[in-house]
Nanobody, 116 residues
Framework: QVQLVESGGGLVQAGGSLRLSCAAS????????MGWYRQAPGKERELVAR???????KYADSVTGRFTISTDNAKKSVYLQMNSLKPEDTAVYYC??????????WGQGTLVTVSS
């Protein structure tokens, strides 16, 4: 069973930075893509950033230029560097991975709170 362990959330002032980490274990198959989603109170879960095994990245318009997604294939980990954080970035952030069989896994979520 694949397990995703997230870390790095917390409270930060507007303009600050945080780095989220997600380590995957237990997978027998390679990952097709890895990414981060977020869900703010009262809103639907939305894609923040995604990266494929080939290195193709996609960002939500709202985070482009501020957030950077990266992976460490040896560690089966995905990271999200978040700079110039805004109060509207406040949400629970979820790690998401999809393996080559198109099976999807989710992390437990980590809370990011940006104060104004």
């Amino acid at each position: 069973q694949v397990q995703l362990v997230e870390s790095g959330g917390g409270l930060v002032q507007a303009g600050g930075s945080l780095r989220l980490s997600c380590a995957a274990s237990g997978s027998r198959f390679s990952f097709d893509h890895m990414g981060w989603y977020r869900q703010a109170p009262g809103k639907e879960r939305e894609l923040v950033a995604r990266i494929t095994g080939g290195g193709t990245v996609k960002y939500a318009d709202s985070v482009t230029g501020r957030f950077t997604i990266s992976t460490d294939n040896a560690k089966k980990s995905v990271y999200l560097q978040m700079n110039s954080l805004k109060p509207e970035d406040t949400a629970v952030y979820y790690c998401n991975v999809v393996n080559v069989l198109r099976v999807e896994y989710w992390g437990q979520g980590t809370l990011v709170t940006v104060s104004s």
